[in-house]
């Protein structure tokens, strides 16, 4: 499959391949709409079935970048890149040395940072080649606590929208995956008061999610079929697909995986299911935001801005009224936002 016809393409303007023989070094980088400034979004190194699934994920998170972006209201486009390759296994110091080579050579129309698979420490290493790495130790560091807050504030958006309450005192939410986003994410909704069940591929994480945090544990698969008010998907993307979709039992769908539909089409079918769905790239902006504000802001106004997350997911679920779904609102307020931007310039 060529790239312009690909499935994912969207008028991307710029794939870029790279490959560095001695460190076996296999990545793509994606900017899908650079109107608003230099792609900006993490770099994830994934164990991928085939290159065209890791073409198909760069792209599908590229293009969420650019929404998130936007509605975020930061200065930078929608960019990713992928890493071929088994975190565990195949990361190396001079695997990352090799991609900020190759990222420099881009010369700033992509920054990268933190995501799945790829550590603080990791920025740190390709920082050293390219000074378009941000989210290292001398910077924000690891942005999961401030990723972990915007949600929690569209979760509390998104159940006083669909049930009318203003807390998630006694809340039943069900979290998928405990990784630093959604563990920190369940520290907070306890403290809120909500009722957790949880499920993580490490076990040790759910044995801490059940002492500390009181929470009911289930197996990976079992997750869909839990009965709850929320359902926050917090792992990889495409957990709300033709398998499972039929299987879930919650009102509300909000986490903070990226790509989160496998198929657009599956924000209909949750919409026809009676389940509310808060576009991923909205709530989960708060890292980003914490990455773009790195050399300009401090915590505190950080922290601020991820707050308004709560704002805009209240707009957007206003908005989305007689049959509009909440997704298709976020995506035109965002291209509402860039086609201004770039009146705006031209005017000028």
Same mark, same amino acid.
């Given at each position: 499959?060529t790239?312009?016809?690909?499935e994912?393409f969207d008028?991307?303007?710029?794939v870029?391949h790279?490959?560095?023989?001695?460190?076996?070094?296999?990545a793509?980088?994606?900017?899908?709409?650079?109107?608003?400034g230099?792609?900006?979004g993490?770099l994830r190194?994934?164990n991928y079935?085939?290159?065209?699934?890791?073409?198909t994920?760069?792209?599908?998170l590229?293009r969420?970048?650019?929404y998130k972006n936007a509605l975020?209201?930061?200065?930078?486009?929608?960019?990713?890149?992928?890493?071929?390759?088994?975190?565990?296994s195949?990361?190396?110091p001079?695997?990352?040395?090799?991609?900020?080579?190759a990222?420099?050579?881009?010369?700033g129309?992509y920054?990268?940072?933190?995501?799945?698979?790829?550590?603080?420490?990791d920025?740190?290493?390709i920082r050293?080649?390219?000074p378009? %790495?941000?989210?290292? =130790?001398?910077g924000?560091g690891d942005?999961?606590?401030?990723? $972990?807050?915007g @949600?929690r504030h &569209?979760?509390?958006?998104?159940v006083?929208?669909?049930?009318?309450?203003?807390?998630?005192e006694?809340?039943k939410?069900?979290?998928?995956?405990?990784?630093?986003?959604?563990?920190?994410?369940?520290?907070?909704?306890?403290?809120?008061?909500?009722?957790?069940i949880?499920?993580?591929?490490?076990?040790?994480?759910?044995?801490?999610?059940?002492n500390?945090?009181?929470?009911t544990?289930?197996?990976?698969?079992?997750i869909?079929?839990?009965k709850?008010?929320?359902?926050?998907p917090? %792992?990889?993307g495409a =957990?709300?697909?033709n398998?499972t979709?039929?299987?879930?039992? $919650?009102?509300? @769908?909000c986490g &903070?995986a990226n790509?989160?539909?496998?198929l657009?089409?599956h924000?209909?079918?949750?919409?026809?299911k009676?389940?509310l769905y808060v576009?991923?790239?909205?709530?989960?902006?708060?890292?980003v935001?914490?990455?773009?504000?790195?050399?300009?802001?401090?915590?505190?106004?950080?922290?601020a801005?991820?707050?308004?997350?709560?704002g805009?997911?209240?707009?957007?679920?206003?908005r989305?009224?007689?049959?509009n779904?909440?997704l298709?609102v976020?995506?035109?307020?965002?291209?509402?936002r860039i086609?201004?931007?770039r009146?705006?310039?031209r005017?000028?």
């Open positions: 499959m790239l312009f016809t690909h994912a008028d991307h303007e710029f870029h790279i490959h560095d023989a001695d460190t076996g070094l296999r793509i980088v994606a900017v899908h709409n650079a109107t608003l230099p792609g900006l993490g190194m994934f079935a085939s290159d065209d699934e890791a073409l994920d760069v792209l599908r590229s969420g970048m650019t975020a209201g930061i200065p930078y486009g929608g960019g990713k890149a992928v890493i071929l390759g088994d975190p565990a195949d990361k190396s001079a695997l990352m040395y090799a991609l900020g080579r990222l420099n050579k881009l010369n129309h920054i990268t940072a933190e995501d799945v698979g790829t550590t603080v420490a920025m740190d290493y050293k080649e390219t378009f %790495a941000r989210g290292t =130790s001398h924000v942005p999961s606590p401030f990723t $972990a807050k @949600v &569209a979760i509390h958006a998104a006083k929208s669909k049930l009318g309450i203003d807390n998630v006694g809340v939410i069900s979290i998928q995956g405990l990784g630093n986003v959604g563990y920190a994410l369940a520290q907070m909704l306890h403290i809120d008061g909500a009722t957790l949880v499920t993580d591929v490490n076990a040790v994480r759910l044995a801490q999610a059940k500390e945090m009181n929470a544990t289930v197996k990976p698969d079992e869909y079929d839990v709850c008010d929320v359902f926050a917090c %792992a990889m =957990s709300i697909n398998q979709i039929g299987r879930l039992k $919650a009102l509300i @769908v &903070a790509n989160q539909l496998a657009s089409k924000g209909q079918d949750l919409h026809n009676g389940i576009p991923d790239f909205v709530a989960n902006a708060g890292g935001i914490n990455i773009a504000l790195e050399d300009s802001a401090t915590s505190d106004v950080i922290m801005r991820v707050d308004e997350i709560r805009t997911v209240d707009e957007i679920l206003e989305a009224t007689d049959g779904l909440p298709d976020a995506e035109a307020l965002a291209m509402d086609h201004q931007y009146a705006e310039t005017a000028a």
